[in-house]
């Protein structure tokens, strides 16, 4: 009966990722299907964490992080928890011997969100890790199946991926962290007054990071390689929306891709997949 617990665990994962983002989700279901629930687990995971931060405004969100914080080494320890988000998280955790220190990482840039609102270089920097980097990171053990070498070798590019995601994410919310959140991550910018050089800035250090992603990506076992590339597409096709959109527009608003590109974005990466183009 605990494989009952334990499916129901994840299945509340892959939930929180069907509800939260289409996006993601469709690409998840296009990994191999020994590698999907993982991934559901940690985003699952990551989401909830997201969720304490930036959305439980009448409620006490530094003690909320604290006890979701110890619940999770908690359940890593003790193997089991009763929070079916966790649960699932803890499975991927100890099956693949996913480096703790991560998990770390990712918590010390939740708690910043708790009171940060404006970042130097060296804090942005720290923040991105915390928050995106070590997530491409946690997935990497999946993809490279804990296989030490590998993941070596496609750690930065992982990083990279990770880094892309979380910047094209600050510039499509640009409005809701400046004015609901207010909060600035990107460094020296004044989102009163956000310039084209200032963009162009950030755009460029973006497009490199997607540069660094796609080397990786064509390394990426062929089982993994699939749903990543088209999360990275999803991404990218994002990031270009939003270098044609002019500066003061996207803080006005939430910069989208209809649904029909993304299933065009799909039918083309699977082409190239078929024909062995990636």
Do not use: W
Request: aromatic share 12%; hydrophobic share 40%.
């Amino acid at each position: 009966m605990l494989q009952v617990f334990h499916t129901v665990s994840e299945n509340c994962s892959r939930i929180v990722a069907e509800k939260y983002s289409t996006s993601f989700c469709s690409a998840i279901r296009l990994l191999h299907k020994d590698m999907r629930a993982p991934i559901f687990n940690i985003y699952g995971f990551v989401r909830f964490a997201d969720e304490i931060v930036d959305t439980f405004h009448d409620h006490d969100k530094a003690l909320l992080l604290s006890r979701f914080k110890n619940e999770t080494y908690d359940a890593i320890d003790r193997g089991i928890s009763l929070n079916p988000i966790l649960h699932s998280f803890q499975l991927t955790v100890n099956e693949y011997g996913i480096d703790r220190q991560l998990i770390a990482a990712f918590f010390r840039s939740m708690e910043l969100d708790l009171t940060k609102k404006v970042y130097n270089e060296e804090e942005y920097g720290e923040y991105i890790y915390g928050s995106a980097e070590v997530v491409g990171l946690m997935c990497l053990y999946i993809f490279t199946k804990s296989d030490m070498q590998m993941y070596h070798k496609l750690v930065p590019s992982a990083r990279a991926l990770g880094a892309a995601f979380q910047k094209v994410n600050f510039l499509r919310d640009l409005k809701e962290d400046t004015y609901s959140l207010a909060r600035m991550y990107f460094p020296g910018c004044d989102f009163n007054n956000f310039l084209e050089t200032d963009k162009k800035q950030i755009e460029d250090d973006i497009q490199h990071d997607f540069r660094e992603a796609y080397l990786g990506i064509l390394q990426l076992p062929v089982q993994a390689r699939f749903g990543v590339y088209v999360a990275y597409k999803y991404y990218l096709s994002l990031f270009r929306k939003i270098k044609r959109t002019h500066p003061c527009h996207i803080l006005q608003k939430r910069i989208r891709i209809p649904d029909h590109l993304k299933l065009m974005i799909v039918v083309r990466a699977g082409l190239k997949h078929q024909l062995k183009l990636i």
